[in-house]
C-alpha cells in the first residue's frame, strides 16, 4: 500500500497514566481517515505524535517514509488543533496573514492564498473584524483557512467541524473531499457519528486503543449495523451523549 502515515506499535503514557496502547495504522495516499471515539480516548495524543507535536513512548510513526518528529515534514503537514490558536485582538486576515508568513508565502501569493481559503470557509466579508468579535465557529473556520494557506500535502484536523452549522459543515467536507481527490491526505478526528461516516477510513478508539479499523461500510456489514453507532457499540465503544 501506498501509505503516507504509518504508525506502529505506539504507546504514549504521560507520568504513570497510559493513554494509548500498541496502535498500528496506515493512512494512503489521497486518503480521508478518521479517528473516531469518545472524549479522552486518546485520538488528540495521537495525531499529535503523527504531526509531530508529541512523541510516542515506544513504537514508531512515520510520514512520508520519515520518522516524526521531523521538521522536515511538518512543514508539509497542515495542523488544525481542537482549541484555535488564534490572536485574538488581531483580524482574521492579520491572523492568516501571519500564519502565512510563518509558512514562507509572500507577497502576491500570500494574498491570493488568503483570499482562497478565506472564500472557502466563508469569512471573505469578516476579515477585517477582530477575532475577539467572531463566534466559535468562525474562529474554527478560520483556524482551517490557516492549516490550508501552505497547501499541504498532509492535512491533519482536530475536531474540525465543532461549532459549525450543519451547511457549512457540509461546505467544508466538500473541501476535504475536493483537496483528497487532487491529492492530499487527510486525517481528521471526531466524535460524531454521521461525520465519521464521511471518512474513507475510520478507525475506532477508545480508551486509548484501536478497536477496529476499516471502511465505514466494511464496519457495518461485518458487525451486521445499521449505522457506525451500532457497529461502536458492537466493538466494545460507550453510547454517545453528543
Ligand atoms: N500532556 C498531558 N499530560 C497528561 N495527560 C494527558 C496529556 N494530554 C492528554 N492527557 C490525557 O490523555 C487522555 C487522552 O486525551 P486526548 O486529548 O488524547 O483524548 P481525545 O480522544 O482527543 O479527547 P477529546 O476529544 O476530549 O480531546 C486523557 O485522559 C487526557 O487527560
Redesign the pocket.
Known sequence: MNSVIHVSNVS?S??K?D??QDISLSVAKNEIYG?L????????????MIAGI?TPTSGKITVLDTTMPSLQIMKRIGFMA?SDALYSELSGRENLEFFASIYGLKGAKQRERIEQTAALVNLTDFLKKPVNQYSGGMKRRLSLAAALLHEPEILIL??PTVGIDPVLRQSVWNELYKLSENGTTILV?T?VMDEAEKCGQLGM?RD?RLIASGSPQQLKESTSSETIEDAFLYYGGVRHEN
Not at 471515539?37 to 499529535?48: E, F, H, Q, V, W
Open positions: 504514549k504521560f507520568s497514566h493513554v494509548l479517528l471515539g469518545p472524549s479522552g480516548a486518546g485520538k488528540t495524543t495521537l495525531i499529535k508529541e481542537q482536530d475536531e478526528t466524535h478508539i486509548g
